[in-house]
C-alpha cells in the first residue's frame, strides 16, 4: 500500500517520464493539424509550457492541501497528548492514597495510550479500534474503582474531581477519533 512513497519507485516514475517525453512530443506533433512532421517548434512552444503550467498549478495545490491536512493533523494530535498528559495527572493525584491495583489499572490504561500515540503506527491503533479497542472502558473501570474506594472513605471532594475525569475521558476518545479520521484523510 505505501510502495508509491518509497525512493526507488519515484525515481523510477522520474526516469520513465524522463524517456517517455520525447515519445510523447513526437506523437503529439502528428496529432496537431496543420503541422508538417518536422515541426517540433509546435508542439514545444505552446503545448509543453502549457501543460508544465497546469501541471505546477496542480502540484501546488496538492501540496498546499497536503500541508493544511498534515497541520491540521499535528495539532489534533498534540491537543490529544496534552489532555493525556493532563489525564495522566490528575489520575496520579487523585490515586495517591487509594491501592497499588488501582493505581496500577489507571495509569497502565493511560501509558498504552501514551505508548500507542507515540510510538506505535497507526495500523496498529487502527487494528486495536477495529478488535474491540478498550483502552479508555478499562479507564473508565479503574476509575470506577477508585470512586468506590474514595466512596468508602468519605472523601467527596475526590469523587467530584472523579466526576471531572469522567468528562476529560469522554473529550479525549472525542479528540482520539477526529485524529484517527483526519489521519485515515491525510496519510497515505
Known sequence: DTVWITIPFRASVLCFSYLAFPSLIEGLRDALPGTSPNDVAAVTSGFAPAISLLYGAWLGLTFNILEERLGNLERTATIESARLCNLCERSALLASEAPSSIRESLLRCLFEQTTMLAVRSREEEIVSVANSDCIYWNYRCALRDLDAFLASNGDTHKR?????????????????????????????
Open 160 to 188: 467530584t474531581e472523579t466526576s471531572a475525569l469522567y468528562e476529560a475521558v469522554d473529550e479525549l476518545a472525542v479528540v482520539r477519533a477526529e485524529r484517527l479520521s483526519m489521519e485515515t484523510k491525510s496519510l497515505p
